[in-house]
């Protein structure tokens, strides 16, 4: 079973930046594809940034392109979610998620097969 620990929310003024982690264990993450989500209060979950297991297929929401960059260090099963200019609309419980059976980036959560507990990010304005 894999286990997926986020850290890093918190709270921030607009136009602040915050950096989310999300340490992965219990299995091997060989061609896994990891992923971030989001899910505010009162809306579905929304697909937020994803990364292959080379990183060298990555895929961010159009609402985050430009502002979030997502990243990953293998030696240390972790991915990363940088996130700067931050705006009040961010504000959301962010999840980590990891397709382990097709390794595959997409947007579409159903793909993901292991999901973290989340971190709270808020956006003062």
């Known amino acids: 079973q894999a286990q997926l620990v986020e850290s890093g929310g918190g709270l921030v003024q607009a136009g602040g930046s915050l950096r989310l982690s999300c340490a992965a264990s219990?299995?091997?993450?060989?061609?896994?594809?990891l992923a971030w989500f989001r899910q505010a209060p009162g809306k579905e979950r929304e697909f937020v940034a994803a990364?292959?297991?080379?990183?060298?297929?990555?895929l961010h929401a159009p609402s985050v392109k430009g502002r979030f960059t997502i990243s990953r260090d293998n030696a240390k099963n972790t991915v990363y979610l940088q996130m700067n200019s931050l705006k009040p609309e961010d504000t959301a419980v962010y999840y980590c998620?990891?397709?382990?059976?097709?390794?595959?980036?997409?947007?579409?959560?159903?793909?993901?097969?292991?999901w973290g507990q989340g971190t709270q990010v808020t956006v003062s304005s």
């Open positions: 998620a990891a397709d382990v059976t097709w390794g595959t980036v997409v947007a579409d959560d159903s793909a993901y097969d292991y």
């Open positions: 219990g299995r091997t993450f060989v061609g896994v594809a």
């Open positions: 990364i292959s297991w080379s990183g060298g297929s990555i």
